[in-house]
């Protein structure tokens, strides 16, 4: 018998309609145009590369009442992936729960779209022999997993998919968004589960444990706490079936199977959050801008399209410049700039033996830590604490699913 193949393109967390509220109006601006872009992106894309099909994990939309601009965008994508033959899986996530009046369940979508529901349900995709596990959330929260068994049980005579969105959790651990248990992601015969709800995309992860699970990340990032590359996965799965069907039993069935993901980056706007360091010299525009470079190179990211957060560290020696001249010059070559100084001069470095708690402070911290990247952190920390209350949240930013 024929292996059984299927390549799919799997992406989550596209927040279609996200306005990127904190950025001043010209950058909001661009990064709104970006998304239609982003979309004819992504249809092209799954025609490129011949996908039999797009997984969509959830938060496809980033409110639970889009704009009508924001659910057409969607439908004529969607529409032209129908003309390819390519289908379409959509498992709605907290962003985008799937409600009597969402536009889940009040637009005509194309008919190669399959939209899963408030209850779980399974899509018998005959001329793939593959079966596609999903689920919708019905609210912004779901305590009790919307699958925790797959059911009818996935068999090894045809391919079988997972298309899901929440949060992987470990032995006893609880999460308001669907926790996805370990036995569901080792179900025997689960090909691929195509996740979505974390933006980081996990695969990249060494610690991640599950060789037939990923989340995509979303497509681009949203902010700060999203930084890198951004994009989509490129999944292929073949499938040999070629001892399933005898009449008898085969005592040493071999799972003949491949599974093959890719990242494919999307957004060409990426966040970056960096700190830079001196050890006795002064901060320039055109250091800076060399160091910048750098980092977007390293980071495989386009330099020309990267938000930055740039925090100054470390010792400038006897001067330093005027920190808005520098946020000047250097917003002139940067696409947006957000600019901090931290850093010291040697002069201040008195407080080292000053008689006071800052001092004191001081000494401490110098002393417990020899780690020179963390012991300047634990200073900046703690010097802006003698200031006033500190913004934790900029130096430990969670990200938010
Ligand atoms: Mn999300």
């Known amino acids: 018998m024929q292996p ?70 969607l439908r004529s994508a969607l529409q032209r992936l129908e003309k390819a033959g390519i289908l379409v899986f959509i498992s709605p996530g907290n962003h985008d729960p799937y409600w009597p009046d969402s536009p889940w369940a009040e637009t005509r979508w194309p008919d190669n779209t399959v939209c899963f529901g408030p209850s779980r349900s399974v899509f018998d995709w005959k001329a793939k022999r593959t079966m596609v596990y999903g689920a919708a959330f019905t609210g912004k929260f779901e305590k009790v997993s919307l699958w925790d068994e797959l059911v009818p049980a996935p068999s090894e005579r045809q391919i079988n998919l997972l298309c899901l969105h929440g949060d992987v959790v470990t032995e006893g651990q609880v999460s ?60 292929s799965i073949r499938k040999d079936s070629s001892t399933v069907g005898l ?53 495989g990211v386009s330099f020309d399209h990267v938000l930055w957060r740039v925090r100054l560290a470390g010792d400038q020696g006897e001067r330093r410049p005027a920190v808005g001249q520098l946020a ?54 703690g010097l802006e604490a003698f200031e006033g209350p500190l913004d934790l949240e900029r130096f430990f930013a969670e990200p938010q699913p």
């Open 4 to 73: 059984l193949e299927l390549r799919l393109i799997h992406a989550a967390d596209l927040h279609l309609g996200y306005t990127f509220g904190g950025l001043p109006a010209r950058q909001r601006k661009i990064l709104q145009n970006d998304e239609p872009r982003l979309l004819e992106r992504l249809v092209s894309l799954c025609l490129e590369r011949d996908a039999d099909a797009l997984l969509l994990a959830g938060d496809v939309f980033e409110h639970e009442r889009p704009g009508d601009d924001t659910v057409n965008a």
């Open 247 to 299: 009449p008898f039993a085969h005592p040493y069935r071999p799972e003949n199977r491949t599974l093959n993901l890719s990242f494919i980056p999307m957004s060409d706007y990426s966040f970056l959050d960096v700190s830079l360091s001196r050890k006795g010299d002064m901060f320039t525009a055109e250091s800076i801008l060399k160091e910048l470079r750098s980092i977007a190179a390293d980071r």
């Open 176 to 235: 308001l968004y669907n926790p996805i248990r370990k036995s569901l992601l080792s179900t025997p015969h689960l090909d691929y589960a195509a996740l979505g709800h974390i933006h980081k995309g996990l695969k990249a992860d060494p610690a991640w444990p599950y060789e037939r699970a990923a989340y995509a990340g979303s497509w681009r990032g949203r902010g700060f706490d999203e930084t890198g590359p951004k994009g989509v996965l490129e999944v």
């Open 328 to 381: 000047a010059s250097l917003e002139a070559a940067l696409f947006y700039l957000e600019l901090t100084d931290r850093s010291t001069l040697r002069g201040e470095k008195i407080v080292l033996s000053e008689h006071s708690l800052r001092g004191a402070f001081l000494r401490e911290s110098d002393r417990a830590m020899d780690d020179s990247t963390l012991f300047e952190l634990a200073v900046s920390l």
